[in-house]
């Protein structure tokens, strides 16, 4: 099993920055790719952004590229979302997952909405 607990979400203004992070506990050692991802009032969940491996090889979303950044720490046990130059479209819930050989995990969410 793998716990998720996000944290770092909040009203900001567009152009503003947050970061957004991600605890992660249980079978840190089964997890094969981290991720973010949003979901906006009546719309899918989407991927904004994914960390894999040992190489910590990063991919984003189009939509936030060179504006969003996704790392972890040594440990890997914290995932962070560092959003910068934020948008009203942003605006979302944020989730972080956990993928495993077996299973996708994910957390609560966190609320992430900028104003114009």
């Known amino acids: 099993q793998v716990r998720l607990v996000e944290s770092g979400g909040g009203l900001v203004q567009a152009g503003g920055s947050l970061r957004l992070s991600c605890a992660v506990s249980?079978?840190?050692?089964?997890?094969?790719?981290m991720g973010w991802y949003r979901q906006a009032p009546g719309k899918q969940r989407d991927l904004v952004a994914t960390i894999t491996g040992g190489r910590s090889t990063t991919y984003v979303s189009d939509s936030v590229k060179g504006r969003f950044t996704i790392t972890t720490n040594n440990a890997k046990d914290m995932v962070y979302l560092q959003m910068n130059s934020l948008k009203p479209e942003d605006t979302a819930v944020y989730y972080c997952s956990a993928r495993t050989a077996w299973a996708t995990f994910w957390g609560q969410g966190t609320q992430v909405t900028v104003s114009s």
């Open positions: 249980g079978s840190i050692f089964s997890i094969n790719t």
